[in-house]
């Protein structure tokens, strides 16, 4: 079951509980969660919920698990600050707050029956994984997927036993990079910026559409090697996960121009928002 958050988890935190905490990287963990009431999220790819802890306050974190996988949904979340760090000394069985789902989705129906080339950069991966597994999950709904991810070294590579099973599945291609390597790294892969994954991909622009998420310093190269192999700004979808606060579209937190990321975003399409002040 998918579609439209439930009526009141709009400004009213439903409670929750944690079901596993997983260590993806010595900064990101993985937790999987499920609905007190036993209600599935009603998310689809690309959502994101506003996450409450009593005494911390609340942020929004994007899904990182497809609405196809049934009775729980996960949430990736990094060490950065007060709030994530509580965060992460959470454990299974504690309880915590979410409202929502929020945002606009990625456009599953322009989607379907498209080639895809999927290209998240760091932390962007986690909600990148959730339309990677809807893919997966529905595999006769779309032509050929190419998934390409770049991380900062070797360690921070996030989801890396599904990265490998990706790799070695017949229904993906997947690239992988990172930035730099040290004398520590046992890494035999690709070292280079994400854009260099690109040029080598072969595709038709008439049938192809990318999706992006990933660092804001990522954006601008990645859009401009996909223009160079002809694919049009109608045809890449971002994600402006930044800055958002409240949820609602009350505090303005997550305003660009006219727009507001957490309500009309915050996936776009490139052509909606390339052209204003700050969006990339």
Not at 36 to 52: C, Y
Not at 109 to 124: D, M
Not at 200 to 228: C, N, Q, W
Request: glycine fraction near 10%; proline fraction near 7%; aromatic fraction near 8%.
């Amino acid at each position: 079951m998918t579609g439209a958050p439930l009526r009141d988890s709009l400004y009213l935190p439903s409670e929750c509980e944690i079901i596993t905490v997983t260590d993806l990287t010595p900064g990101e963990k993985l937790f999987r969660i499920r609905r007190a009431d036993g209600l599935p999220l009603g998310h689809l790819p690309g959502q994101f919920v506003q996450v409450s802890l009593l005494g911390w306050g609340e942020a929004p974190i994007s899904v990182a698990s497809s609405p196809t996988r049934d009775g729980f949904f996960e949430l990736g979340v990094r060490r950065a600050g007060t709030f994530t760090s509580a965060m992460h000394t959470l454990k299974a069985g504690d309880t915590l707050g979410i409202r929502g789902p929020f945002g606009r989705a990625f456009d599953l129906p322009r989607l379907r029956g498209q080639n895809l080339i999927l290209i998240s950069g760091g932390c962007g991966l986690a909600p990148m994984r959730s339309l990677i597994q809807y893919c997966e999950d529905r595999p006769s709904e779309f032509g050929s997927i190419s998934i390409l991810y770049g991380a900062k070294s070797p360690v921070d590579r996030l989801f890396k036993e599904e990265l490998a099973a990706w790799d070695a599945s017949a229904r993906f291609a997947c690239s992988m990079t990172v930035d730099n390597i040290s004398g520590r790294d046992c890494f035999s892969g690709s070292v280079g910026l994400i854009t260099a994954l690109i040029p080598p991909l072969t595709f038709s622009p008439d049938t192809t559409i990318a999706a992006i998420v990933g660092p804001p310093a990522m954006y601008r190269a990645v859009i401009a090697e996909l223009h160079k192999k002809g694919l049009p700004s109608d045809r890449i979808a971002v994600s402006l996960e930044r800055q958002m606060r409240c949820g609602v579209g009350k505090c303005g937190h997550c305003s660009i121009e006219h727009l507001y990321c957490c309500q009309d975003g915050p996936v776009f399409w490139l052509n909606e928002i390339e052209l204003l002040r700050g969006a990339l």
